[in-house]
């Protein structure tokens, strides 16, 4: 039954948050079938279901599928006769991502943009999680600035709602090492590998950045030590499927 739908997607979440991203995407393959069948398409569960499998498809690179579940929820979800407002969830989240990993920079600031503007009415800690990924988006245009703006603002709303110690604070720690050329880079590293931590795509994500530090001062040692714990983490999680650590 449709309980058996939602069984699923908890699992989904579960295994998208330790990034075993192609775990999390099996299970919410299997919820979205579940719900379909008993909720039908057009039901508002199955749409959240289908902006979950899109959020996990993404992040394995399966951006063509992603994007289609994105339309239909988008669809179902937003109110009737206001094209122009924004779904029940934040799929503009999700498309941000997408168009980042393809590169669409100028098209990733939008939806980062409408995304925020969503955010700012919801919880800080995925007000934080949304300025993670538009710093990223501002590492890459080359923004130091903006881009250290965007991630002090996200770690500091982890720090002040009680989540000092996540993954992903300490995921924009590093970011902002990386924006700063300083210390915090390798600083988050280390913390990642603490024992009794999962490597996720965090981890697989900072180091590359640090092997490219290193490179950069000339460490051909650390480097090499860098990218390839980098390498083995994405292998690991299976982020970004062919795309590898190209982010």
Known sequence: NADIA??????????????????????????????????????????????????????????????????????????????????????DHIRTAIDYYRGDYTRAVQHSDAALAQMRGASPVSVAGGLILRGRIELALGNSDAAQSRLSESEALFIANGRADHAQRWYAHGLLGAAAADARLDDAVRELQQPGRHAGFELADLSARAGTAARGRGDGVAALAAHRRAAAVQQQTGWLGALGLAQ
């Open 6 to 91: 939602m069984d699923y997607g908890n699992l989904g979440t579960g295994l998208y948050n330790l990034s075993r991203f192609g775990e999390s995407r099996d299970a919410f393959a299997q919820a979205l079938a579940v719900a379909r069948a008993h909720l039908g398409p057009q039901h508002a569960r199955t749409a959240f279901l289908e902006c979950s499998l899109a959020a996990a498809l993404t992040q394995l690179a399966q951006f063509d599928a992603a994007s289609a579940l994105l339309d239909h929820a988008d669809a179902v979800l937003r109110p009737a006769g206001a094209n122009a407002a924004p779904s029940a969830v934040n799929t």
